[in-house]
């Protein structure tokens, strides 16, 4: 698996500029952005709700 991007960060970027809450643009950008599976979503999730929560 490969990690975040820099086109997947900036995207959150752009989105947090949006007044998209820095949560909400990570999930959005960075979980999605990475991958279709359910459980690695979920496992992803937990770790922006750790750092954003």
Do not use: H, N
């Amino acid at each position: 698996q490969e990690g975040a991007s820099t086109r997947l960060l900036i995207y959150a970027g752009r989105l947090m500029k949006q007044d998209i809450t820095p949560r909400r643009a990570c999930e959005v950008a960075i979980v999605w952005g990475l991958t279709d599976e359910a459980d690695i979503q979920s496992s992803l999730t937990e770790v922006v709700t750790s750092i954003f929560p």
